[in-house]
């Protein structure tokens, strides 16, 4: 099984400051990542798609990039909106889907 | 807009069954494939399986043997039994959609989740 590695676990910032999360997955997973943005007491919410991709109505202060094994997600101006916890997604396998054990990004 | 909301009883007992409906609103049953995905409180997101309306199924190995899946595209509902439940398996649970035929992919749209406590 693949499994999929979030650093940090917790991240504190301001806003205005840009961010940077990493998912690193235990082998290749081409680009087949996705990133997610929950809320408390919310179902996650989609933002970026095969690694790099926005997802339709995502703000596009929110990126992606990597491929193979190592993958982040940029915010490039936090705003107070953007304090939530974020996951990454692995879904390269025909058969299976896992989540990275997500990253908590707090006001500093 | 598709809407998906799940609905069933939100405390079963150890070593009973817990049964979850997911309807969908605002868009075709069809098409597409339907994921269970769950959230213990305070952890993180565990994907359980997907099922499409030609009755293809996926599931994670670690919950298989207690798994079942099922589509109903009259009433545009898919749902989840997960039998012989324990504590372990008290957690919000969140039905999602997602588009691949070749497996699970990215979670488009979800419902709101429903918390679901194993106790007795």
């Known amino acids: 099984d693949i499994e999929m590695t979030q650093s940090p676990s917790t991240l504190s910032a301001s806003v205005g400051d840009r961010v940077t999360i990493t998912c690193r997955a235990s082998q290749s997973i081409s680009s087949w990542l996705a990133w997610y943005q929950q809320k408390p007491g919310k179902a996650p919410k989609l933002l970026i798609y095969?690694?790099?991709r926005l997802e339709s109505g995502v703000p596009s202060r929110f990126s992606g990039s990597g491929s193979g094994t190592e993958f982040t997600l940029t915010i490039s101006s936090l705003q107070p909106d953007d304090f939530a916890t974020y996951y990454c997604?692995?879904?390269?396998?025909?058969?299976?889907?896992?989540f990275g054990q997500g990253t908590k990004l707090e006001i500093k | 807009q598709v809407q998906l909301q799940e609905s069933g009883p939100g405390l079963v007992k150890p070593s009973e069954t817990l049964s979850l409906t997911c309807t969908v609103s605002g868009g075709s049953i069809s098409y597409y494939y339907w994921n269970w995905i769950r959230q213990p409180a305070g952890k993180g997101l565990e994907w359980i399986g997907r099922v499409s309306t030609s009755g293809n199924t996926n599931c994670n190995p670690s919950l298989q043997s207690r798994v079942t899946m099922s589509v109903d595209t009259s009433k545009n509902q898919f749902s989840l039994k997960l039998s012989s439940v324990t504590a372990a398996d008290t957690a919000v649970y969140y039905c999602?959609?997602?588009?691949?035929?070749?497996?699970?992919?990215?979670?488009?749209?979800w419902g709101q989740g429903m918390l679901v406590t194993v106790s007795s």
């Open positions: 095969e690694a790099s």
């Open positions: 999602a959609r997602d588009e691949a035929v070749a497996g699970p992919d990215r979670f488009d749209y």
């Open positions: 997604q692995d879904y390269s396998s025909s058969s299976m889907c896992s």
